[in-house]
């Protein structure tokens, strides 16, 4: 993410009568990123860059969270931790937990000497 200063010196660059070739060649930013930017150059820059990340989830509640209830789904191990289904699926996969594995392969139905229809 690019500093509120490199911003407003790329926009005042192009202002000055730059083309966008030159806006190109000293800041490399695309003419639709320097529209995005004038646009918050005329509102005022946000005071910080925005917040995505809220914290990492703890390996060690989630992996007893895991032990406790190993039936369940990520959508309901995400809920304890204020985060999305995803964001749990990333940690086990990080951690090394995958999918449920089953004990015995299943058999089918079917007799060996009926053909099918």
């Excluded at 407003?8 to 070739?21: C, D, L, M, S, W």
């Amino acid at each position: 993410m690019y500093s509120i200063d490199y911003r407003k010196r790329a926009v005042e660059y192009k202002r000055e009568g730059h083309t966008f070739k030159q806006l190109w060649e000293a800041f490399r930013i695309r003419s639709e990123t320097y529209y995005r930017w004038s646009r918050e150059y005329d509102k005022g820059f946000p005071k910080s860059p925005p917040q995505t990340r809220t914290g990492k989830i703890d390996k060690e509640a989630l992996k007893q969270a895991v032990e406790e209830r190993p039936d369940a789904y990520l959508r309901e191990l995400a809920k304890p931790f204020g985060c999305t289904p995803i964001a749990v699926h990333q940690m086990l996969k990080t951690m090394g937990i995958t999918l449920k594995k089953r004990r015995s392969p299943m058999r089918k139905n079917v007799r060996n000497n009926e053909k099918p229809t």
